[in-house]
């Protein structure tokens, strides 16, 4: 009898603990129930806690706090992104509008009978110059996008680097006649040559360049030479538009310095640089110093033995 009566003591301990216990347990689902509720109905940044944690529980709802901040990281990044898209949206809106509207204003003064012919060659001249403008700004977004839907391929080739940005450099003649000045041209005597895609090569040259005349005022300096292991382009000028608050910033897209932004500029001239230069295995790098702004751009040096016999 007595051997019965300790086995039931036993067995009513053992109920009234796993009773206890269970009353723990709903409690605990209780309090997570409201807990999660509360960050349903509530943009809150309050993690999930733990009333007892009975049964590792605590464990359990430290996962479940990982998942959140995760997942409120993610929202984060992406609520920043769409805001970076919806001002990027609005920039270009104003940069495409502006030349535009330009424009439009000439043609209308044009189409004043009282025009002088000498004052309707003026006219025409600067409504050429604003639709060069926006046929430029376009170019720039269409390549951008080609760019990130991975729509631009590369054919590498062997490329005297000295020769090509020679010609390049070339083209912007009247440019610099205009800005009545003359850039300095440094080139390495003995060829230099690297792998890379010709018209990737060419839109780089001529982006640093564009890039140097938007924001300079002088001092414009555009050398290639010779490393140990890379070829690397260099493009200079005194500056008053950029300072150390842009460096982080100039190879993002869309980014515009203000001072920039009055003088018809996407900012996507640096990001589409920094993209063909890397999906080419080269580098490239801003530097401010004072006042004398610079890009460097570096590709990998080929020496073979036709390179060392030319």
């Keep these: ?117 000498e004052k309707r060659q003026e006219y025409a001249k600067i409504v050429e110059r604003r639709l060069d403008d926006l046929a430029g700004m376009l170019d720039q977004l269409f390549l951008y996008a080609r760019l990130e839907a991975g729509g631009v391929t590369f054919a590498p080739e062997r490329l005297n680097a000295g020769n090509l940005f020679a010609e390049t450099i070339s083209l912007f003649y009247e440019n610099f006649v205009e800005k009545g000045c003359e850039p300095e041209v440094l080139i390495e005597e003995q060829p230099c040559y690297i792998v890379a895609d010709r018209q990737a090569f060419v839109r780089i040259v001529e ?25 690397c382009i260099r493009v200079s000028n005194r500056t008053d538009g950029i300072s150390e608050e842009d460096m982080e910033h100039l190879f993002e897209r869309f980014y515009t310095t203000d001072l920039s932004r009055s003088r018809r500029t996407t900012g996507l001239g640096l990001a589409i640089v920094k993209e063909f230069t890397e999906q080419m295995g080269g580098g490239v790098r801003a530097k401010l110093e004072k006042d004398v702004f610079s890009i460097e751009v570096r590709f990998r040096n080929i020496v073979d033995e036709e390179t060392k016999t030319e």
Excluded at 27 to 49: A, F, I, K, S
Excluded at 207 to 231: Q, S, T
């Design 1 to 117: 009898m007595e051997g019965w009566i300790g086995m039931i003591f036993i067995l009513l301990t053992g109920a009234g603990i796993l009773s206890a216990r269970l009353c723990c347990y709903r409690r605990e689902v209780r309090h997570l129930r409201g807990e999660l509720g509360m960050l349903l109905e509530n943009e809150t940044n309050l993690m999930l806690t733990a009333e007892n944690g009975v049964g590792g529980m605590d464990k359990v709802i430290s996962d479940m706090n990982c998942v959140l901040e995760k997942n409120r990281r993610r929202i984060s990044a992406l609520c920043k992104e769409n805001e970076s898209y919806r001002q990027s949206i609005i920039s270009i809106s104003h940069d495409i509008r502006t030349p535009l509207t330009s424009a439009k204003g000439y043609v209308q003064m044009l189409c004043n009978g009282n025009v002088t012919e």
């Design 207 to 231: 982006n640093l360049i564009k890039n140097a005349l938007v924001h300079g005022c002088g001092g414009y300096e555009m050398a290639l030479r010779r490393e140990p292991d890379a070829v």
